[in-house]
T-cell receptor
Framework: NAGVMQNPRHLVRRRGQEARLRCSPMKGHSHVYWYRQLPEEGLKFMVY????????ESGMPKERFSAEFPKEGPSILRIQQVVRGDSAAYFC??????????????FGPGTRLTVT | AQTVTQSQPEMSVQEAETVTLSCTYDTSESDYYLFWYKQPPSRQMILVIRQEAYKQQNATENRFSVNFQKAAKSFSLKISDSQLGDAAMYFCAYRSAGQGGSEKLVFGKGTKLTVNP
């Protein structure tokens, strides 16, 4: 059973460009979470999605950031007009739904975004 | 809002010795989960151990065990017989468990563990 897949692993963008980060959850997992890790910091929650539905986006910056998890295909975290402060590691995690109780979150390897 | 505090930015231990990493948290909820994650230099987040708040018994996973003190809101991780491969950043994390609670993980800032040969 393949783990959570993220691509690309490393992404370099110039200021003002768009960044698209992809996350394929583990097989059978219907919930995806995105977290951001700034240098020397812990992970900070950004957004929680089910297929075709955003459940909690309380950690998402109000501008330039968006996320989706379509019926088919990976979840996408999109950052428009990137700035140097967006440079960070972005982690995706997925979890299954077992009855009414959500289980542990399994993390992907992360995408390291560098804005030059 | 819930917060997680790890007061030890760095710790070191001799190989084969025991080390304890501290974690405290703040919440008004009675039902929640607590986790310890390991992040080696590869940056992959690896779940080490988890504890359900309603369980009084401390969780153990091989050389890893926790000391969960619910009243004190403390959740420390003990690593016994430390190995070189245990060297990593360790993050304590909190997650609500109740109906209607957010499923997000709230992380501490981490403790960097060095294992000396």
């Amino acid at each position: 059973n393949a783990g959570v897949m993220q691509n690309p692993r490393h992404l370099v963008r110039r200021r003002g460009q768009e960044a698209r980060l992809r996350c394929s959850p583990m097989k059978g997992h219907s919930h995806v979470y995105w977290y951001r890790q700034l240098p020397e910091e812990g992970l900070k929650f950004m957004v929680y999605l089910q297929k075709e539905n955003i459940i909690d986006e309380s950690g998402m910056p109000k501008e330039r950031f968006s996320a989706e998890f379509p019926k088919e295909g990976p979840s996408i975290l999109r950052i428009q007009q990137v700035v140097r402060g967006d440079s960070a590691a972005y982690f995706c995690a997925s979890s299954p739904l077992r009855g009414a109780v959500l289980y542990e979150q399994y993390f992907g390897p992360g995408t390291r975004l560098t804005v030059t | 809002a819930q917060t997680v505090t790890q007061s030890q930015p760095e710790m070191s231990v001799q190989e084969a010795e025991t080390v304890t990493l501290s974690c405290t948290y703040d919440t008004s909820e009675s039902d929640y989960y607590l986790f310890w994650y390991k992040q080696p230099p590869s940056r992959q987040m690896i779940l080490v151990i988890r504890q359900e708040a309603y369980k009084q018994q401390n969780a153990t996973e091989n050389r890893f065990s926790v000391n969960f003190q619910k009243a004190a809101k403390s959740f420390s991780l003990k690593i016994s017989d430390s190995q070189l491969g245990d060297a990593a950043m360790y993050f304590c994390a909190y997650r609500s468990a109740g109906q209607g609670g957010s499923e997000k993980l709230v992380f501490g800032k981490g403790t960097k563990l060095t294992v000396n040969p």
